[in-house]
């Protein structure tokens, strides 16, 4: 039995007051992952702070062309809200590959982004697990290590960040929007999530007193020419095994401008800057594709267990960027691709 108290927040600002009042307390918003850390006995929070009633839970055009989401927008609310399923297609189709929809009724935007690893180990309070206790060891190392990452990883950790969203989030340039003690501010979206390297126990820059508001995306949505593909144990209710958030802009068969992210393989959504350069300027082709792959790929390094994962990796990039240049963002394309 852990014993907790309860209190909801007023608003924003009565949010960050208690939990910079009490170093143990956590925020719950859908409390889809929170509350089950807590029955497992991961998170022992002193206090759940229920932030779920805040007024944060608008999807509104924003300056620019962009739009911005409230932290409290349902993951349903958010795919299916007409802004989104029409500019940003490709974020509505990653949420919607996620969870189930009694899940994504409830889950919460900011509650997405703050998520926690599904490594088993971490959810197993009788192994070692840096990221739940620093120091004691990382269980998965030499263990059930086939869900686990492929980049980025270090001696310390080498779990994966689960959620869907942020992947296309990633891809899209997000920003995402705190507000903490000492004021507001905007973390882009690359800087939000943090590799291991000895620190598993951060999973992002995020300070310990600060509350997510917002996440703003800029006017280019990619509505044309997109994809999110996720490859998974099953068709429902499982986390990517790989996903691909795959985004075109093209001038006949030439592309102006590219984004690529991946998910499942790395403690953060995957980017790399010289694997969109490679694709860039190029003729949107195979050829094209599969280097655009080599380089976001180039410093992968499989475990026991997860060695498979580069390889499908390879080929799902390959295929998301080939529906996404044929406008098919669902299913293999019958257009032909050179
Ligand atoms: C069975 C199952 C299957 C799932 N499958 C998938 C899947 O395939 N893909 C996928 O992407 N996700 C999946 N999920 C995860 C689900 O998307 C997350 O649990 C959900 O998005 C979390 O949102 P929440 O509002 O419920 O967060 P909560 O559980 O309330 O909170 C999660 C964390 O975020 C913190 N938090 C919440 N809101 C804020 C805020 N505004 N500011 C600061 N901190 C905050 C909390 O303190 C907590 O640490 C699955 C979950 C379950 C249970
Ligand atoms: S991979 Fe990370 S989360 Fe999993 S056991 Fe190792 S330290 Fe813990």
Redesign the pocket.
């Known amino acids: 039995m852990i014993n907790f108290q309860y209190a909801r927040a007023g608003d924003v600002a009565d ?1 960050v007051r208690q939990k910079a009042a009490d170093p143990k307390a ?12 807590v029955k497992a006995g991961v ?1 022992r ?1 002193t206090r759940l702070i229920d ?2 009633r ?1 007024p ?1 839970t608008t999807v509104e055009e924003a300056a620019e062309g962009g739009v911005r989401i409230g ?2 927008v ?2 349903s609310d958010l795919a299916y809200h007409p802004l989104v399923a029409q500019r940003y297609p490709m974020l509505a189709s ?2 919607l ?4 929809a009694q ?2 009724n ?11 690893t ?1 490594c088993y180990y971490f959810y197993d309070t009788a192994t070692p697990c840096n990221k739940r206790e620093p120091g004691s060891g990382c269980s998965a190392l030499a263990g059930l290590n086939r869900a686990h990452a492929i980049l980025g990883t270090s001696e310390a950790c080498v779990a994966t960040h ?5 992947v296309a989030l990633a891809a899209l340039d997000a920003t995402v929007h ?1 507000a903490g003690p000492g004021g507001a501010r905007a973390i882009a979206f690359s800087e939000f999530h943090r590799l291991p390297g000895s620190t598993p126990q951060r999973d992002t820059n ?1 300070e310990p007193n ?4 917002a996440v703003g995306l800029p006017a280019r949505g990619f509505a044309a020419n997109h994809t999110y593909l ?1 490859i ?1 144990d099953r068709l429902s ?4 095994l790989v996903s691909v958030a795959a985004a075109l802009e093209l001038e006949g068969d030439t592309i102006k401008e590219a984004r690529l992210a991946l ?1 499942g393989v790395a403690h953060k959504p995957w980017r790399d800057p010289s694997a969109e350069a490679a694709l860039r300027g190029r003729r949107a082709g195979q050829a094209t594709f599969a280097r655009a792959a080599e380089a976001l790929l180039r410093d992968a390094k499989g475990l026991e267990h997860n060695a498979f994962k580069v390889d499908l990796a390879r080929r799902a990039i390959v295929r998301a960027l080939t529906q996404a240049a044929a406008g098919t963002p669902q299913s293999q394309s019958n257009k032909k691709i050179a």
Do not use: H, W
């Open positions: 949010a956590a925020f719950v918003a859908g409390g889809t992952n929170l509350v089950d850390l998170e929070p932030i779920s805040l944060l932290a409290l349902a993951n990653a949420i590959a996620g969870a189930s899940l994504r409830m889950a919460s935007t900011g509650g997405n982004l703050l998520q926690r599904r689960p959620s869907d969203m942020c705190v995020l600060e509350i997510v508001t996720k998974r209710y499982a986390f990517a998910g």
